[in-house]
């Protein structure tokens, strides 16, 4: 990741230094920058509005951070708010949590107040938010614990995660000099559970840390969902997409003396691959923000820049058994768009807010020219993973039953399976108990199908011999909302041939995640030496050159490809997928170099002949949504 972030001390050295500490008599209560009474919000004893938008440090890169903040500061904005994924500061167990380049929130928060904007912090420990797990880390959530509770197993190891992380925010408060005025209690507790034990312990975790700035609850806007999440003496706040006035009745019956604080307003969506792509109509979006802001309400644009689901951070939902997984993309019909571009809403926006002063930023920033490369074949998927794992010491179990993502602690990427069972004359059913997600099932070399949960078996021939059954298994995306958090990946329960179970697996981690140029050239180096096989299969590595005079923004196409994976320089951009909606995957500049830049595709379905780069998104037809409840 070093070596992709050249520019990031640049941009810390951009950053005006805040001001110091003071040192406040012991005696002396400090007070939060928000206050309230009598349903007005307050900042420093001054009438005010919270105006903010949603924007996540880790799903822009760094060096974008300034230029981003800066158009929310364009669009009217007078805060903005990040969560706090601990799996992407901790993917693992036992290594320090990450702190620094795209990890760094402390210089994020540092740029945000050079730029004049407060900030809220909104630290989970759950977040939604599409990513990922919720934001929880797969080494927690493979433990037999009860999550977002007050089972002690999960809050120790919370209080070790806030240990490292809360100092580090509570010096940065805005009472301290800093530029945070409020942190947000867990994350929509009450569309969750109902422990009034752990929302309080929750509480009390930031509070005895050093949280003194204004401390608040966020929930869906209906009696149930406030009844579980929110707190006595705590500021209660909805998250919401329409029917403003409701909400804003609803908490005014439960809490008369607080304001009207939408800490989420939906003015677009995410898209699940193979759905369509959801949008908002710019009047639909502007009404509902007029309604919410109108007498002193208070708002954070939910997103206000979506950003980008880069690697494998990409989460899930679930509904009635079925995996509904997130695309790369998470530009979700924001003012502004994935690539910064300000848009229709942008403006339509900018005028509910009352905004006058002149837009600094341009409306769009460079791209590259269209241009069509020709790829390069390496080697064939299994052989490939295979090699890659070898040289990489990638961690492999033998035992009698499939070993999981978690037991492999594996949190994301794929796994190969290897089992040889004997298989009699004639065809049986070869039935996958409980996968998770998408399985791609070889039987001595040859493909004979893919498997997922919902279609779990294929017929098989057998000749009386034991064949060599090999399974590449792909976490598709952990679930990140609802009772399914925490969900287990892999081949969890039986794979059946017939009525008889097959034992004694070998289970090989890839971590695709954790691979930079060095991995990918053992299977994309040496075209020389490609069999038959690699030359003829339609599942495996292959490699661009993208020539770049100046490095600009641009995106990226696979026409005729099926499904993979597609790294620039040793970074992966993400997932694509050609049952859409998303058709392109974004690229940032700062993620090219002047000269020829590598391009390396692991596609699993089947290659298409180019790589495409593009001047504009294309993610697919748009269906208008509208969140309700």
Known sequence: MSDLLPSLNAVAADVTPLASTPTAPASSPVVPTLTWNNGQLHRADVPHQILSGALHYFRVHPNLWRDRLRRLVDLGLNTVDTYVPWNFHQPHENTPPLHS???????????????????????????????????????????????????????????????DLIPRLVQLQANLGGGIVAFQVENEFGSFGDDAEYMAWAREALRSRGVTELMFTADGPTELMLDGGSLPGTLTTVTMGSKADQARQLLASRRPDEPFIVAEFWNGWFDHWGEPHHVRGVDSAASTLRDIVRDGGSASIYMAHGGTNFGLWAGANERNGVLQPTITSYDSDAPIAEDGSLTEKFYAMRDVLGATAPVRSVTRLPVLPEKSLPISRGAALVPALKTISSATGAVSVARTRPASFEQLGLDAGMVLYTAHPRVPAGEFALTFRDIHDRGIVFIDGQRVGVVDAVDNALTIVGTGDTIELLVVVENLGRVNYGQMLGQHKGLLGAVLVGQRAVQRWTSRAIALQDWGQ?????????????????????????????????????????????????????FLLGRYWHVGPQQTLYCPSPLLIPGDNILTVLELDHFGDEISVRRTPELGPPEEYIEEF
Do not use: M
Not at 119 to 144: H, K
Not at 146 to 161: K, M, N, P
Not at 521 to 544: E, K, Y
């Open 101 to 163: 380049g795209w990890h760094d929130l402390e210089l994020f928060v540092r740029i945000a107040a050079s730029e004049g904007l407060d900030v809220i912090v909104r630290p989970g420990p759950y977040i939604c938010a599409e990513w990922s797990n919720g934001g929880l880390p797969s080494w927690l959530t493979a433990r037999d614990i009860d999550l977002r509770s007050s089972d002690h197993g999960f809050t120790s190891a919370v209080e070790t995660w806030f240990d």
């Open 518 to 570: 060095a991995e990918l050239d053992l299977v994309t180096q040496h075209p020389t030496r490609l069999s038959r096989d690699d030359r003829q299969s339609q599942s495996g590595f292959a490699t661009a050159t993208l020539h770049v005079e100046t490095p600009a923004n641009t995106f990226l196409a696979l026409p005729g490809f099926g499904k993979g994976f597609l790294w620039v320089n040793g």
